[in-house]
């Protein structure tokens, strides 16, 4: 199956690297390219893409508001792109529903990769987005009369326990399945589960389900 692809930003030229880049990938197709914020909304909603890479700063509509509008909607996926590694971007891109966060400055075949990883419906954060920008969007969002943290429920076995940690790591399913000596398919099934429980909308809230109950630091 083809995965179509919206790019919007605000200079032509990373419009038109990045829908080339998308278009050397025989899976990939790139369905068109808009320059605002408002622009992006109304493409997604007319061609309903799989994934929309989407800046951040852009005319008429920034990207988080742009975002938050196409996620609420369903219209589509959101993997945001900026030159910017800040954390106020991180946090909004996170809270407007995006499933991805990259920096422009990222390989061509790791943004292939990373457009794929979302239209599969997983998430992914940069590697220079750290779990300190992670741990700080936990802080922001704790509730100061709350005592102790939030536990994991009981139904969430030992085993995916182990997998919600790696998660929280940063590490892919493949990396898991290595680490814990499982098959990747059995790490899909213990990550679906995980979401199921924890009803958490992709890797990014397990990650913070992980910090909020003390799993990582």
């Given at each position: 199956m083809?995965?179509?692809?919206?790019?919007?930003?605000?200079?032509?030229?990373?419009?038109?690297?990045?829908?080339?880049?998308?278009?050397?990938?025989?899976?990939?197709?790139?369905?068109?390219?808009?320059?605002?914020?408002?622009?992006?909304?109304?493409?997604?909603?007319?061609?309903?893409?799989?994934?929309?890479l989407?800046?951040?700063?852009?005319?008429?509509?920034?990207?988080?508001?742009?975002?938050?509008?196409?996620?609420?909607?369903g219209?589509?996926?959101?993997?945001?792109?900026t030159?910017?590694?800040?954390?106020?971007?991180?946090?909004?891109?996170?809270?407007?529903?995006?499933?991805?966060?990259?920096?422009?400055d990222?390989?061509?075949?790791?943004?292939?990769?990373?457009?794929?990883t979302?239209?599969?419906g997983?998430a992914?954060?940069?590697?220079?987005?750290?779990?300190?920008?992670?741990?700080?969007?936990?802080?922001?969002?704790?509730?100061?009369?709350?005592?102790?943290?939030?536990?994991?429920p009981e139904?969430?076995?030992t085993?995916?326990?182990?997998?919600?940690?790696?998660?929280?790591?940063g590490?892919?399913?493949?990396?898991?399945?290595?680490?814990?000596?499982?098959?990747?398919?059995?790490?899909?099934?213990h990550?679906?589960r995980l979401?199921?429980?924890?009803?958490?909308?992709?890797?990014?809230?397990?990650v913070?389900?992980?910090?909020?109950?003390?799993?990582?630091?």
């Open positions: 083809t995965i179509r692809v919206l790019v919007a930003d605000d200079q032509q030229l990373i419009r038109i690297g990045l829908a080339g880049i998308v278009d050397t990938a025989p899976d990939l197709q790139s369905i068109g390219s808009v320059a605002t914020g408002r622009d992006a909304v109304a493409a997604a909603a007319e061609h309903r893409p799989d994934v929309v989407m800046d951040v700063r852009m005319p008429e509509m920034d990207g988080i508001e742009a975002t938050r509008r196409i996620t609420t909607a219209h589509a996926r959101v993997l945001m792109l030159t910017f590694d800040l954390d106020e971007y991180v946090f909004g891109a996170l809270r407007a529903g995006a499933s991805g966060f990259l920096l422009k990222v390989p061509p075949l790791d943004l292939l990769s990373a457009v794929r979302v239209a599969q997983e992914l954060l940069a590697p220079r987005v750290t779990r300190r920008l992670i741990a700080a969007y936990v802080n922001r969002q704790a509730q100061p009369h709350v005592k102790e943290p939030p536990r994991l139904a969430v076995t085993r995916e326990r182990e997998v919600l940690l790696l998660v929280a790591e590490l892919t399913n493949a990396e898991i399945a290595e680490r814990l000596y499982i098959g990747a398919g059995t790490v899909k099934t990550v679906a979401l199921a429980k924890l009803d958490a909308r992709d890797r990014v809230q397990l913070i389900h992980a910090y909020r109950n003390g799993l990582t630091g």
